[in-house]
């Protein structure tokens, strides 16, 4: 069965700091990837998504992920933070067929 | 700028009432879907509808029924609410349902007392 998994519920960075938020999916076909952030009270908006080819993408406001085949992965990454990037960010796997898959998402905590 | 539009934000309503939410897609989509956010963020697919027709019909109980007129329209009727219903439900369109980047409305906020 597809899943997705964000080992860590709840990250705190300093402001200015860089940040890596993990991601790991398990599906044997070709998997569609993509990262949404979700700020309070609102509904998810998508940062990038990975289809094929380099598999370093670059999404909205700084934000990159990479993808790895190998260690079936899709960390989501940024060289430094602003305290508006807390936020509760989800990694998302499409398996076709209309059916996408969510992590648990990862609540980002920016501090001063 | 917002192109999924839900109503109500929030609703109130006691256990065994029905409510009904709507939503509404101006992108020109085919593709619309219902989700349930519980209290710890956890998404789950509800219903996906493709050009009226239901596709996707996950393990949700028989009181909860999607409602498509056309293909910019997706409401969600729940027959007899149970406070395990609480939760935020969330509308998104997408062009199609294969790997397509999906557009989410911001939810309508429903607690069952």
């Known amino acids: 069965a597809q899943s997705v998994t964000q080992p860590d519920a709840r990250v705190t960075v300093s402001e200015g700091a860089s940040l890596q938020l993990r991601c790991k999916y398990s599906y044997s076909g070709t998997p569609y990837l993509f990262w949404y952030v979700q700020y309070p009270r609102q509904g998810l908006q998508l940062l990038l998504k990975?289809?094929?080819?380099?598999?370093v993408v670059q999404g909205v406001n700084g934000f990159e992920a990479e993808f790895s085949k190998s260690n079936s992965s899709f960390h989501l990454r940024k060289a430094s933070v602003h305290w508006s990037d807390s936020a509760v960010y989800f990694c998302?796997?499409?398996?076709?067929?209309?059916?996408?898959?969510f992590g648990a998402g990862t609540r980002l905590k920016v501090i001063a | 700028e917002t192109a999924v539009f839900q109503t109500p934000n929030y609703h109130v309503t006691q256990v065994g009432n029905e409510v009904s939410f709507n939503c509404k897609q101006t992108?020109?989509?085919?593709?619309m879907y219902w989700y349930k956010q519980d209290s710890k963020k956890l998404l789950k697919i509800m219903f996906s509808y493709n050009n009226k027709q239901l596709i996707v019909n996950e393990t949700v109980p028989r009181r909860f029924s999607p409602q498509s007129s056309d293909k910019a329209h997706l409401n969600l009727r729940i027959k007899s609410v149970e406070p395990e219903d609480s939760a935020v439900y969330l509308c998104?369109?997408?062009?199609?349902?294969?790997?397509?980047?999906?557009?989410f409305g911001p939810g309508t906020r429903l607690l069952v007392l």
């Open positions: 998302v796997l499409s398996t076709g067929n209309y059916k996408y898959v």
């Open positions: 998104a369109s997408s062009h199609g349902g294969n790997q397509d980047t999906q557009y």
């Open positions: 990975y289809y094929s080819g380099d598999p």
């Open positions: 992108l020109g989509h085919d593709t």
